[in-house]
């Protein structure tokens, strides 16, 4: 019985540790600058037009309420750090339509960029996204500093972004 215990232990010990590191090394990844997108205004952008930028991307969905919930510190985030260099972009998801997405926007007044992944390239560009709302901070080198399933802590964002200089 003792032996059973102490493989288990182990075992749980060894899968605590590859989580970890896996966890850990997930977090240093970044994004292609070639990864290029047509924003709902029919706009292209790519990532390297902002190279030098701090980027918060964020993965929503229309019928997403944390979704909803966060936008208005989103909004906020946007008026605070917009003029410091912040880019946002707000990314909808494939099973979005563009009506949805459009009325989304004006009913709430959402003031950055934001793209429909119609064909889930944005999402696989970042390691798959499936669930929403899923953020990535991008900072100016293009490493991808944070990434953050649910809702975002505002302090440690703005943390963040201060230790990017904005």
Same mark, same amino acid.
């Given at each position: 019985m003792k032996t059973n215990q102490q493989r288990l232990i182990f075992i749980v010990i060894v899968l605590t540790a590859l989580f970890v590191v896996f966890w850990l090394t997930s977090n240093k990844q970044?994004?292609?600058?070639?990864?290029?997108?047509?924003?709902?205004? =029919?706009?292209?952008?790519?990532?390297?037009?902002?190279?030098? @930028?701090?980027?918060?991307?964020?993965?929503?969905?229309?019928?997403?309420?944390?979704?909803?919930?966060?936008?208005p510190e989103l909004i906020q985030l946007h008026q605070t750090y917009a003029d410091k260099?912040?880019?946002?972009?707000?990314?909808?998801?494939a099973h979005d339509t563009p009506e949805q997405i459009q009325a989304m926007r004006a009913a709430r007044n959402l003031p950055y960029t934001i793209t429909w992944d119609n064909k889930g390239e944005i999402a696989t560009a970042f390691n798959n996204v499936r669930v929403t709302p899923t953020h990535f901070l991008?900072?100016?080198?293009?490493?991808?500093?944070?990434? @953050?399933?649910?809702?975002? =802590?505002?302090?440690r964002l703005t943390q963040d972004l201060q230790s990017m200089g904005i």
């Open positions: 970044s994004v292609s600058d070639e990864l290029s997108f047509t924003d709902i205004d =029919n706009q292209t952008h790519a990532l390297s037009d902002y190279r030098g @930028k701090p980027i918060l991307v964020i993965f929503w969905a229309t019928d997403c309420p944390g979704c909803i919930q966060e936008m260099g912040l880019i946002m972009i707000g990314v909808a998801m991008i900072a100016p080198d293009g490493e991808i500093i944070m990434r @953050k399933i649910g809702a975002l =802590n505002m302090e």
